[in-house]
């Protein structure tokens, strides 16, 4: 529907395991980020990565590692989690217009993680 | 850093009520956005606002944007069951890095028929 895709859409791992979340735009965008959503929390925004360089690490523990191969694909690499951890990931991505502008942001439908 | 504030948490309305949430920012803003999230969805792109004082309307609903560029309210006339969901603003500050959107914590719509 939005031309973002996201795998998997639900993942249960344990706190000693290592998972990745993948999220794909088929926009042409040049910028991707990830955010976290939790209950009763406003979206948090995690990495932003432009034109493949991170420009943005919200200060996130290094148990989340992203990784932007290219303009089209965006990973989460995740380690050693804790419960508190466990939240709708959300990717998303946007075209810069030029001049510092920017287009809204497309979301794809996001990966449930429960962290055991 | 910059906070987005944004009331009420929650909002029920009967169907043919009006809603209204309101976003306010702590600092300046170069632009704000609106996003609607159904529930078990993800947040959907409404519009944004760039100009002062800017108002656009989308059917039903009506953007306005402050003077100040510091505050923006969400107006839907006459709420049917479908504006079910939640309702996030979002500002972006022409001071921070490119593309960084600020959400404030959303206000949850559900209307009653």
């Known amino acids: 529907e939005t031309g973002v895709t996201q795998t998997p859409r639900h993942l249960v791992m344990g706190m000693t395991n290592k998972k990745s979340l993948k999220c794909e735009q088929h926009l042409g965008h040049n910028a991707m980020y990830w955010y976290k959503q939790s209950a009763k929390k406003p979206l948090e925004l995690m990495f932003v990565y432009n034109f493949k360089e991170q420009t943005e690490n919200n200060s996130v523990p290094s148990r989340f590692s992203p990784e932007c191969p290219n303009s089209s694909h965006l990973f989460l690499h995740l380690h050693t989690l804790q419960p508190e951890d466990s939240a709708l990931y959300l990717c998303?991505?946007?075209?810069?217009?030029?001049?510092?502008?920017?287009?809204?942001?497309?979301f794809g439908p996001g990966t449930r993680l429960t962290v055991l | 850093g910059q906070q987005v504030m944004q009331i009420p948490q929650y909002q029920h309305v009967q169907e043919g009520e009006d809603f209204t949430t309101y976003c306010n920012s702590s600092t300046t803003l170069s632009n704000i956005q609106w996003y609607k999230q159904r529930p078990g969805g993800h947040p959907v792109f409404l519009i944004q606002l760039v100009k002062s004082g800017e108002v656009k309307k989308q059917k039903r609903l009506t953007f306005q944007f402050g003077e100040a560029k510091k505050n923006s309210s969400l107006h839907i006339t006459a709420t049917q069951t479908t504006d079910v969901g939640t309702y996030f603003c979002?500002?972006?500050?022409?001071?921070?890095?490119?593309?960084?959107?600020?959400f404030g914590q959303g206000t949850i719509l559900t209307v009653h028929p």
């Open positions: 998303a991505s946007s075209q810069e217009l030029g001049a510092g502008g920017y287009n809204e942001q497309f």
């Open positions: 979002a500002g972006q500050n022409g001071g921070t890095s490119y593309g960084k959107l600020t």
